[in-house]
């Protein structure tokens, strides 16, 4: 999960996939031993400028012939949250369940209405997780590292901007 863009993220995207790929063989093993290496990520951004496409499915296939797919060892799966939400009717079965949980988990009137049991699973989880009193702790400690992070980021734009037009 992917919270806020930042410039090198389609690189590290990839980078960590095909690492987990190549970590999978030891000296002398054969290439045929790989499995796949799928990766899910769920965005909190618009990655691309497309506004009627949220889910994204990247392969290794040729350019001209897209049809032809090299290897299926690796494949990135990527869910832009926002436009989800919205592109998905709350119909639309488990995938709309799962992109309702990460976008609406604390709107009580929008879970109540999911009936995907692992999607109800995972709410009765944090629930209990909620009540732990370390685990309140440690989910504030995160929100204000992540509030802190945005003002100081914002802190040094303006001190930037400032020092430019001085210069």
């Known amino acids: 999960m992917q ?6 993220w389609n690189a590290r995207s990839t980078y960590y996939l095909a690492r987990t790929l190549s970590n999978q063989l030891k000296n002398g093993d054969d ?3 790989l499995k796949p290496v799928i990766g899910i990520h769920l965005v909190d ?16 296939r040729d350019r001209t012939q897209p049809h032809i797919v090299l290897t299926g060892e690796l494949q990135l ?4 949250l926002r436009k989800a939400d919205r592109l998905l009717p709350q119909h639309a079965g488990k995938l709309a369940a799962w992109v309702a949980w990460f976008e609406h988990w604390q709107e009580e009137s929008i879970m109540s209405a999911i ?6 699973q995972a709410m009765e989880q944090l ?4 009540a732990d009193d370390e685990m309140c702790r440690l989910a504030f400690v995160r929100e204000r ?11 040094a734009r303006e001190e930037g901007r400032a020092l430019g037009l001085e210069q």
């Open 127 to 130: 629930k209990g997780l909620s």
């Open 145 to 155: 590292a992540l509030h802190d992070e945005v003002s100081f980021t914002n802190a």
């Open 3 to 8: 919270v806020r863009r930042h410039a090198g």
């Open 31 to 33: 290439y045929r031993e």
């Open 115 to 120: 009936t995907h049991r692992p999607v109800q």
């Open 77 to 80: 799966n990527v869910i832009e």
């Open 45 to 60: 951004f618009d990655l691309f400028d497309v506004p009627d496409q949220a889910l994204w499915c990247f392969e290794l």
